[in-house]
């Protein structure tokens, strides 16, 4: 006989019990850790920075202890995640003033941190990456959807992205687990990097396509497939939908022709798209 639902939902929740951090302690250590790496960020008091800085890794490593993240040793994992902070800054600072130096609209580096939901989104992938690479489960992708929520921005922090990344505008971006994106890549709104499949028997296999450095990709285009390889100094017109390579300094367009329809026309058999 199937068990009541309440009975169900119990059971449950003892068996996730210790098993999965809290996402209240998950998104304040990742408040503390954006602000500690851009006290601009910061609201009110700024931050002080070693004991700062030691006050969040205490959180984190409590964070790691109240659940079960199957680590050898918490402590050194934190111990190491403190170690690859300076090269997350360094990464994270040629970001933004790739995003600087590629919008316009950009008055300064500091606009582009404080203001920019792409710098938000690239910022907290990289922290979450890291957790990844170490080995921590949940929180990495705790990070990325909060993130994700609060950007319209998706991007798995399994994917591998290389240094210089620009995000401009960037709502709808989704950027799939085993996609690899090189150096001084720039994204619009919309683009999609997928996966031709999604059985659950490619899982662990590469799915998601690779984009070679200097790559430009305009908004709305969908780039599926684990064996594609979008050739560097390329560029990806809106609206293009790929499933194969193209070679190095491509550009690739749409070549639809829009159809200017007769007012005479009878529009009674058209379809009426609703967006």
């Not at 085993?178 to 490619?202: E, F, N």
């Not at 200097?214 to 017109?237: A, K, M, Q, R």
């Amino acid at each position: 006989m199937e068990r009541p639902f309440i009975e169900n939902r119990g059971q449950f929740r003892a068996h996730v019990m210790g098993k999965v951090p809290k996402k209240s302690e998950v998104y304040k250590l990742l408040n503390d850790l954006t602000e500690f790496l851009f006290p601009v960020l910061a609201e009110g008091q700024l931050p002080c920075e070693e004991s700062c800085l030691n006050g969040i890794l205490q959180l984190f490593e409590r964070i790691l202890n109240s659940y079960d993240p199957g680590l050898t040793d918490v402590h050194q994992t934190t111990n190491e995640f403190r170690n690859a902070l300076p090269g997350i800054y360094r990464m994270l600072v040629g970001d933004a003033t790739a995003i600087f130096e590629g919008d316009p609209a950009a008055h300064s580096v500091e606009e582009v941190i404080i203001s920019y939901p792409g710098f938000y989104a690239i910022m907290v992938y990289r922290l979450a990456h890291e957790m990844d690479l170490l080995g921590i489960p949940f929180i990495p992708r705790l990070l990325t959807e909060f993130s994700h929520s609060k950007t319209g921005i998706d991007i798995n922090p399994k994917a591998k992205i290389g240094k210089s990344f620009c995000i401009d505008h960037g709502t709808g971006i989704v950027i799939g687990e085993t996609a690899v994106i090189g150096a001084s890549v720039k994204m619009y709104q919309g683009v999609t990097l997928g996966a031709l499949s999604v059985s659950k028997d490619c899982a662990g296999s590469k799915r998601h396509p690779t984009i070679e450095d200097f790559v430009t990709l305009y908004s709305g285009c969908t780039i599926l497939g684990g064996e594609t390889i979008i050739g560097h100094d390329s560029v990806v017109g809106g609206n293009v939908w790929l499933t194969h390579s193209v070679e190095p300094f491509s550009l690739v367009i749409n070549q639809d022709k829009i159809r200017l329809i007769d007012k005479s026309l009878d529009m009674s058999d058209v379809i009426n798209f609703v967006i």
